[in-house]
């Protein structure tokens, strides 16, 4: 048997949301490169290798089908693969601290730096090693400190390649990204190195796409860009409760003010809250550094993105509270969505967790249905349940959901909650039946004209009462 040679070796520590995906792309892109994808987490490993995998993500699983086995691997063998590899993806997770210094603020380093340890005492040869997770700016200097002070005397790279891309439509920002931005020292060691890693890319994006810059900005630039985005977000929720207590409409706000081409029509919808693994991280994770520099007065005006966001989930219960009598104690409310976003699996901050726990403790009785994150919710929810998850009910079926309940919340926009038949909703529901629009994604002058009271983010209240 011929052993095929390839061209690069390429390993990826860690096998999540970032690893798994950005290294399919390489690898169906790039057939002239072996790519494995290692991960301590063995199940983890084991769904990667079925047509079940440990993510969900449109498009995913055909790509992932395409290459594995090709020049795609997934292994738990972190040493072995260390020792072969010539480039080196690092995307294992950085939580926010909940413990000591910097706890609720600072990136927890512990997976970085037990990684950057694994690579020293397995390497053999220089590497060229790539930080592809969410980091605080300079982290690649301990990482540098830690790596290059090794006994073997050899040297590594590191460079920052931060991702971008977003959950539930990652393989499109894969396959066409707006950008791709990889950082290094401008030393020649770290130019060649950064030469390297745009080789890999230039594979399938033209090269003008692909930036270049110094370390640190690499690094900060993941930062800023996550914090612009969530700014956004908070900024039109903000006006969302102005536009609740004057009769503006927060949807016509958006696309009046979305037509300026400097202000731009993305990232404007107002909703519950925003989610995901890495708005507040982020944010909370600026908020540090500049504290740690003495920079109060930055840090306090990101962390007020982060005070939005929150005011935002409470004041969406309370408004359901408010408009149900001040009582929702027995009520059944069904909530339709779990999930950040949609297209995704993933519930990692949604605000849906905020809301559920809020109305839980107000003893409603809740009904959960969300066609991706049912196994996600019943994770999210049991620690504030404690052993009686009973007390909420979960269902795929967005109808069963709705029946006898006294309220629905929507809470992701999932395409799906758009078209139901509401007429029939409305009739399986106690009265009067309630709708929160907590995306702003439903026809409110048909459900208002069915016979709901709608109470929309940003947008006048409709009750009949
Ligand atoms: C984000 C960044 O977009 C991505 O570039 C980065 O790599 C990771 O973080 P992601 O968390 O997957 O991606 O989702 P995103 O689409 O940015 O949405 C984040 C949250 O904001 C979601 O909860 C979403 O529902 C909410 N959102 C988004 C709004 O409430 N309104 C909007 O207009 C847009
Ligand atoms: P992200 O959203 O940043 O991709 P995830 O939590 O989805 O984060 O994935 C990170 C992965 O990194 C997890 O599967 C975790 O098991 C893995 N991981 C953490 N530490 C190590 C390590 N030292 N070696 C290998 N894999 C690791």
Request: net charge negative; aromatic share 10%.
């Amino acid at each position: 048997m011929v052993v095929k040679e390839f061209e690069k070796r390429i390993l990826c520590i860690g096998a999540g949301y970032v690893g798994g995906p950005t290294m399919a792309m390489i690898a169906a892109k790039c057939p002239q490169y072996e790519v494995t994808i290692v991960d301590i987490n063995t199940a983890r490993i084991d769904a990667w290798q079925t047509d079940d995998l440990p993510i969900y993500e449109p498009g995913l699983l055909e790509v992932v089908k395409q290459v594995r086995d090709k020049n795609l691997f997934f292994s738990t063998e972190i040493d072995k693969n260390i020792k072969k590899a010539d480039i080196i993806f690092v995307s294992v997770n950085t939580p926010t601290k909940t413990y000591g210094e910097g706890a609720g603020k600072a990136s927890d380093l512990q997976f970085l730096e037990k990684t950057a340890r694994n690579i020293i005492s397995a390497a053999e040869s220089d590497k060229i090693i790539v930080e592809k997770s969410t980091l605080p700016v300079r982290t690649a200097h301990a990482m540098e400190r830690i790596l290059n002070t090794n006994d073997k005397n050899l040297h590594f790279d590191i460079l920052s390649n931060p991702e971008f891309l977003a959950e539930g439509s990652a393989i499109a920002d894969l396959e066409n990204p707006d950008r791709v931005l990889i950082g290094s020292r401008e030393t020649e060691s770290g130019i060649k190195a950064r030469n390297e890693v745009v080789g890999i890319y230039a594979n399938w994006i033209p090269r003008e796409k692909i930036i270049t810059s110094n370390l640190w900005s690499a690094e900060l630039s993941k930062l800023v860009a996550n914090a612009f985005l969530a700014q956004r977000i908070s900024s039109i929720n903000s006006i969302s409760a102005l536009c609740e207590k004057t009769e503006a409409n927060i949807t016509e706000i958006s696309n009046a003010i979305g037509t300026d081409s400097r202000i731009g029509s993305k990232f404007l919808n107002a909703s519950v809250g925003f989610g995901g693994s890495c708005f507040k991280k982020d944010i909370l994770n600026l908020v540090y550094i500049c504290e740690s520099y003495g920079l109060n007065e930055v840090a306090k005006y990101w962390e007020s993105v982060v005070e939005i966001n929150d005011y935002q989930e409470k004041r969406f219960v309370k408004n359901m509270i408010t408009l149900m009598f001040n009582t929702i104690s027995e009520k059944k409310i069904a909530l339709f969505g779990f999930a950040f976003k949609a297209n995704t699996g993933d519930t990692r901050e949604s605000p849906a967790i905020y809301v559920a726990r809020h109305l839980v403790n107000e003893h409603a009785k809740l009904t959960i249905t969300d066609p991706k994150a049912i196994g996600n919710a019943k994770e999210d929810l049991k620690p504030y349940l404690k052993e009686d998850i009973s007390s909420i009910q979960f269902t795929e079926n967005p109808y069963e959901a709705a029946k006898d309940a006294h309220a629905i919340a929507i809470l992701t926009e999932w395409d799906e909650y758009r078209d139901l038949d509401y007429k029939k909703i409305f009739g399986s529901m106690e009265k009067p039946a309630f709708i929160f629009d907590g995306r702003d994604i439903l026809d409110h002058e048909k459900l208002f004209k069915i016979g709901f009271n709608v109470s929309a983010i940003g947008k006048p209240l409709m009750k009949h009462f």
